[in-house]
């Protein structure tokens, strides 16, 4: 028990428990109103032993954080869900997960708060990010903002009047699936374009493959090769002779070094993203713009054409007055993001 804070009645110290589900873990913690995660947890999802197995495991350890936070002289204000797929926020009710089999209208929040005898607020995991981002870190006070987590796909939130914003159909901010090209790649949703089949990992990655063997095969034609000459070839050295993976990381310092392949690459991915986002800056005129997952840590081989695309693209009032920055969260963002739910209020769309 904290020696500082043993005087305050302990119902002044009310934090409450978020929840971040994932395909391969499910991360929770004990999260401060503001904002400080006090205690961490996570296990593996094991989405083949089903739903009911999932759910038994995401109950007991729920109540072992919510145990261990009155033991430290917490309460707890309820239970905070990131959920990885469409949701009815006010019911709580899970529409289906894409990468967990059975969980097709799942009534969510009606069946942990039996379990749990604790307040629980459901929402997908894309929005809860945003809205760590909006209470407590690089977006806070910015409104409207606009939010992307660039990963495999890209999750997208909005914030509007200082709530999220979800639309009728609970459905808004569905920002990777804006179609950038109409004759484009098919997506996973079934359209063509979407600024997600352009600008997340999968297609960063398999494009980025793709160009090196192109460039290697026109190399073994010149009489003379030097690899890492000016950055040329550097890439392409890493990958296929030293056998490193292939990462955005990886090709963001192969950028930096001057490779020529990983640059254009890095400079076509800000474009794309940076015609979409200039859409979004003409739609709702946004105060911040901002980027987290993996492919945004690039800093500025991203920012900068997404910046300078928004700049061209969008009416300049609108791109002038917007702030296009990193994400102060990483990893913690689901779990901050989810327990800031309770923080809210009642979830209201
Ligand atoms: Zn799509």
Redesign the pocket.
């Known amino acids: 028990m904290k020696q500082s804070s043993d005087h305050k009645p302990l119902r002044a110290r009310t934090a409450a428990i978020g929840v971040d589900i994932g395909g391969t873990n499910i991360k929770l913690g004990l999260v401060a109103p503001d904002g400080r995660v006090l205690l961490r947890g996570s296990f593996q999802t094991r989405a083949d032993e089903g739903r009911a197995g999932v759910l038994g495991r995401l109950v007991e350890n729920i109540l072992a954080v919510s145990s261990a936070a009155r033991q430290k002289g917490w309460g707890v204000k309820g239970v905070g869900i990131g959920a990885p797929g469409p949701v009815d926020v006010r019911r709580g009710w899970v529409y289906f997960f894409p990468n967990l089999p059975g969980w097709k209208n799942t009534p969510l929040k009606a069946i942990l708060e039996r379990r749990l005898r604790l307040p629980v607020a459901v929402d997908n995991d894309a929005n809860v990010m945003a809205l760590a981002e909006f209470r407590f870190g690089a977006g806070r006070g910015a409104d409207p903002m606009v939010a992307l987590t660039l990963g495999t796909g890209i999750g997208g939130g909005l914030v509007i009047g200082g709530r999220l914003f979800h639309g009728p159909a609970y459905s808004a901010a569905e920002l990777?699936?804006i179609s950038i090209q109409e004759d484009g790649p098919l997506?996973?949703?079934g359209?063509r374009g979407?600024v997600?089949t352009y600008v997340g990992n999968g297609y960063f990655v398999r494009e980025l493959k793709k160009r090196l063997k192109a460039a290697s095969a026109a190399g073994r034609g010149r009489t003379r090769r030097r690899f890492g000459d000016g950055g040329h070839g550097l890439l392409e050295g890493w990958v296929f002779r030293e056998k490193r993976e292939l990462t955005p990381k990886l090709a963001a310092l192969a950028a930096r070094k001057g490779d020529p392949v990983a640059s254009k690459l890095w400079e076509e991915t800000g474009e794309r993203l940076g015609t979409m986002l200039a859409g979004l800056v003409n739609a709702l005129n946004p105060q911040k713009i901002v980027l987290g997952g993996g492919v945004a840590q690039s800093g500025s081989l991203l920012f900068g054409p997404v910046v300078r695309t928004i700049g061209k693209k969008a009416f300049p009032i609108a791109a002038r007055s917007v702030r296009v920055v990193p994400a102060a969260f990483g990893v913690d963002a689901g779990v901050v993001g989810a327990a800031a739910l309770l923080f809210e209020g009642r979830n209201k769309p």
Request: hydrophobic share 0%.
């Open positions: 990777g699936h997506c996973g949703c359209s979407c997600e």
